[in-house]
């Protein structure tokens, strides 16, 4: 198979109990349980998200719980078949 394409989602993190995720632009923002996006992001989480930055690159990825690029992987016309 050949690679047709790449999927990529903000990186999400989990670090003295908050689940977040840093998005390349757009920054961190503070997610529900389910994965959502909180309504806002107040004090308490960016004097957390602070003290997580200033964690070198190796310790912050340790935190790391999902997100970043996956390859997507396409076969032949044959294979994948025809979108109607």
């Not at 903000?10 to 389910?34: D, I, T």
């Not at 998200?49 to 190796?58: M, P, S, T, V």
């Amino acid at each position: 198979m050949n690679v047709v394409g790449y999927l990529c989602c903000p990186h999400l993190y989990q670090y003295a109990g908050w689940l977040f995720e840093v998005h390349s632009y757009c920054g961190p923002w503070p997610c529900k349980r389910n994965g959502e996006l909180r309504a806002r992001a107040g004090r308490v989480f960016y004097a957390v998200y602070e003290r997580f930055a200033a964690l070198d690159e190796a310790e912050r990825e340790t935190y790391r719980v999902g997100g970043g690029c996956v390859k997507v992987h396409g076969g032949n016309r044959s294979e994948v078949g025809e979108i109607a």
